[in-house]
């Protein structure tokens, strides 16, 4: 079965620390696309990261990195020097290729940035 | 810059009511998505289309259903609400190509500002 397991659905952390969100999937396909997005109290999603499977380095967007180990089939989110506009639920998600570009994603994790 | 509009941002009915919720969106993309949002649960994919009039289920279809009458837009429709279905409901669209770049310039997986649903 194809999953997406986000295992902390809330973290407290300090501004201006690195924080790393996790993310686990499972699928048996061998091609297959990882997102990260960021959901903010307005409700919007926001698409932050992006990591294809056989892209052989780790994915980086400004302060967004993804810590892609493929065979732990793990999928981590690290935001360096975090700031208060950060606090929001963040959403991982996965498409297995063969699919009509559905995305699957997981229960989501609620970050919160302590000033 | 809005891409992904959806028609209400709260919306309150009561059960047994007919409820139609509409998400218009500008970029020209062939695929459109319904899904809802409930805490601990992470996002459902309802229902999706890949073409107009071409609809096709998704994981969670029970109790909806949908029109995609011009390649705009695609409604979701509650036949008759009951309390379950309240929620929070996101519109999102997508190419074919899905090219991918990321923050508010994002063309690949764009969604709506959601609707939050409360059935009375």
């Known amino acids: 079965a194809q999953k997406i397991t986000q295992t902390q659905p809330g973290m407290f952390v300090q501004e201006k620390e690195a924080v790393t969100l996790d993310c686990t999937y499972d699928?048996?396909?061998?091609?297959?696309?990882l997102f990260w997005y960021k959901q903010p109290s307005s409700g919007e999603m926001i698409f932050l990261i992006y990591?294809?499977?056989?892209d052989e380095q780790n994915a980086t967007e400004g302060r967004y990195s993804l810590n892609f180990q493929k065979a732990r089939k793990s999928a981590n989110l690290v935001i360096s020097a975090s700031q208060l506009g950060d606090s929001a639920m963040y959403f991982c998600?996965?498409?297995?290729?063969?699919?009509?570009?559905?995305?699957?994603w997981g229960a989501g994790t609620k970050l919160i940035i302590k000033p | 810059d809005v891409k992904v509009t959806q028609s209400s941002r709260y919306l309150v009915k009561r059960t047994g009511e007919k409820v139609f919720l509409e998400c218009v969106q500008d970029?020209?993309?062939?695929?459109m998505f319904w899904y809802r949002q409930d805490p601990g649960l992470g996002l459902r994919l309802i229902y999706f289309?890949?073409?107009?009039?071409?609809?096709e289920k998704g994981d969670i279809p029970e109790g909806y259903s949908v029109s995609r009458e011009k390649k705009e837009r695609f409604s979701l429709i509650l036949e008759s609400a009951s309390t379950n279905q309240t929620s929070m409901y996101l519109c999102?669209?997508?190419?074919?190509?899905?090219?991918?770049?990321?923050?508010?310039?994002?063309?690949?997986?764009?969604f709506g500002s959601g609707t939050r649903l409360t059935v009375v």
């Open positions: 999102a669209s997508s190419s074919p190509d899905l090219t991918l770049s990321p923050g508010t310039g994002a063309d690949g997986y764009t």
């Open positions: 970029m020209d993309h062939e695929n």
């Open positions: 289309s890949y073409d107009v009039k071409m609809k």
């Open positions: 699928t048996s396909d061998q091609s297959y696309g």
């Open positions: 990591q294809g499977s056989y």
């Open positions: 998600a996965m498409i297995p290729w063969d699919s009509n570009y559905q995305l699957i």
